[in-house]
């Protein structure tokens, strides 16, 4: 079992920028595919980014944030980051990231880390 923090969350102006972590500690955290996905009030959670195992060299975005966010990873710190630039209101929600535990499927969720976005 993989055991996920995310941190970073705040309140930001619109047009603002956050980075958003998520520490890993139990099983080898490299060999993983991590994703954000978030949840705004009153909806489902949605998928945000992904970010391949081992190198992260490959990545995926949601269409709402491409271009806007970028995923990355550092294996030595164990980390995942979320860089968001030029937020929006709409952005406002808990942001979760977790792990691929199966192609596919995630688990291993954190806990979040809100994320508001002031007009």
């Known amino acids: 079992q993989v055991q996920l923090v995310e941190s970073g969350g705040g309140l930001v102006q619109a047009g603002g920028s956050l980075r958003l972590s998520c520490v890993a500690s139990g099983r080898t955290f490299e060999n993983y595919a991590v994703g954000w996905f978030r949840r705004a009030p009153g909806q489902e959670r949605y998928f945000v980014a992904r970010i391949s195992a081992w190198d992260g060299g490959v990545t995926r975005y949601a269409d709402s944030v491409k271009g806007r966010f970028t995923i990355s990873r550092d294996n030595a710190k164990n980390t995942v980051y979320l860089q968001m630039n030029s937020l929006k209101p709409e952005d406002t929600a808990v942001y979760y990231c977790?792990?691929?535990?199966?192609?596919?499927?995630?688990?291993?969720w954190g806990q979040g880390t809100q994320v508001t976005v002031s007009s």
């Open positions: 977790a792990a691929e535990v199966v192609a596919g499927v995630y688990g291993d």
